[in-house]
């Protein structure tokens, strides 16, 4: 290069950094907020530190996902003229602080550039590695809050402020002897805000659309990926309940809010984060190690069952009905209630819950069965599990085995074909997952509304549906047992396996993962059971 152009080069270069936006540091790492925040136990003696329950989340291992991983690989691997664009867009919700800086600064989030988070040491890296932190989630303003504009992490921070005089919200009015002590340890202002208890927060990183691309990486449509806000707003929930109120349940009584001795506080939140995945905190345990995790086995191991048990006790509820026999044909009803303040399953699309129902005859022995779990995690007679090119339709009456009612959204590309790729899907050719209380499917954005043959089933309203089963029971004699139970799976076979169809080391890595793990993957959320007797 002549001296000339080294000088060119030099001179672009100092232009293009005198014209880069000028960002005070945004964020501190949990660290800075958990010395504090740590050590809380309630007048009963119950331990709800703050730091300790957000550990084993998966806001706080969001960036550590191993399915995360793999999936974004997935996709920069089919469209590699996007990568750096498809890094960017998942970067906001599971490393949020990095790619918030980034963008901020006129740059561009990255993924893989701070994986494997067990080799980060700098800023950046470590804000990445620590996911969804405190510092995120409580800076975020209200501003934009609950208009579309705020979706897919739309949200906004402060990038002015230096620190010290940043404000950072919570519930709470804080004296000023905190407001001091916070000020000097973490470079925070504290502010009391009503709109950090607010769904609205919640809905701008989980109201996500995703826009599906050609191989020239051009857009050609876009998915409501995820929106569990839409749906609590069109449910009998909204304005009665908030997402916090079952995702962040309140302590009863009064609780500090810190372990430094302060004025105890009535209406504190738990920050468990119980949602819908108890699956990947479990293989988050098992790989420590390799995946950098900083929670201890057993924090992960009671973040999975909390998550696990709020599933079984509050999601949902299931009826047997009817049981007569007739002309050599057991008819009985399958009744689900839905008892969430969204679709259940609702968020990621690889969730599903389906019936699992079963008949025995007097002398016990399985006369039928629908909905059959295999180790392997797949669900027997599934269309969708069997071959990836289709899917089980939804049923109003099922008399076969291989024939299972199941509650899922399938996405199709703009070729009609089934996928489970985020950036090829356009639309929905099934969602039937169960309508939360209040839901009017007749008034329903198309966002939400109801789509494949459930759209047309009279059963299948707010707040639940019902399926027919009409079982022929041979020369079998009586009493019949019948029990049946809906299961529900946070990653579904087919979404898992069709990883491989892109192989990668992360990819490779999660599909061992999961193989290992399959036979744990799922949840019962409900039983129900009945006896019928001999006609």
Known sequence: MTRRKHWLVVFILALSLAAAPKVPPLFVTSDRCVACHNGIVTQSGEEVSIGTAWASSMMANASRDPYWQASIKRETLDRPAAGAAIEHECAACHMPMARYMAKAAGGRGRVFAYLPVTRQVSGAGLLAADGVSCAMCHQIGAEKLGRPESYTAGFVVDTTSEPGSRRIFGPFDID????????????????????????????????????????????????????????????AYSGVRTCQSCHMPVVEGETPITGIVGKPRQGFSRHVFRGGNFFIPRILGSHRDALGVTALPLELETGS?????????????????????????????????????????????SRRAW???????????????????????????NDNDEDGSRFEPHHTEIGRGDDVQIYESILAGPGGEVTTGLLTAIRYAKDNRLLPEGFDRAA??????????????????????????????GNAGGPFEVRAELIYQPISYRWARNLELRPSAESDRFVSFYTATSKDSAAVLGRAGLTVESP
């Open 305 to 349: 069952f909390r998550t696990a048990r709020h599933l079984e006790t509050e999601a949902a509820a299931v009826t047997v009905r009817g049981g007569g026999v007739e002309n050599g044909v057991l008819g009985v009803e399958v009744a689900v209630a839905n008892l969430a303040g969204h679709k259940l399953p609702s968020a990621y699309p």
């Open 355 to 381: 019936v699992h129902l079963t008949v025995r005859d007097g002398s016990g022995n399985l006369i039928f069965e629908s909905g059959r779990l295999n180790p392997d995690g797949s669900i027997a007679g």
């Open 176 to 235: 000023a002897g905190r407001v001091s002590l916070m000020r000097s340890s973490a470079g925070f202002r504290p502010e009391k805000a009503a709109h950090i208890q607010s769904s609205e927060l919640c809905a701008s990183c989980h109201t996500l659309y995703t826009h599906a691309l050609n191989e020239k990486a051009e857009v050609v449509g876009t998915l409501p990926e995820q929106v569990p806000y839409l749906e609590w707003k069109h449910s």
């Open 444 to 473: 329903a954005d198309q966002d939400i509304s109801v789509k494949g043959r459930a759209a047309e089933d009279a059963d299948f309203q707010g707040g639940g549906d019902r399926t027919r089963y009409a079982v022929r029971i």
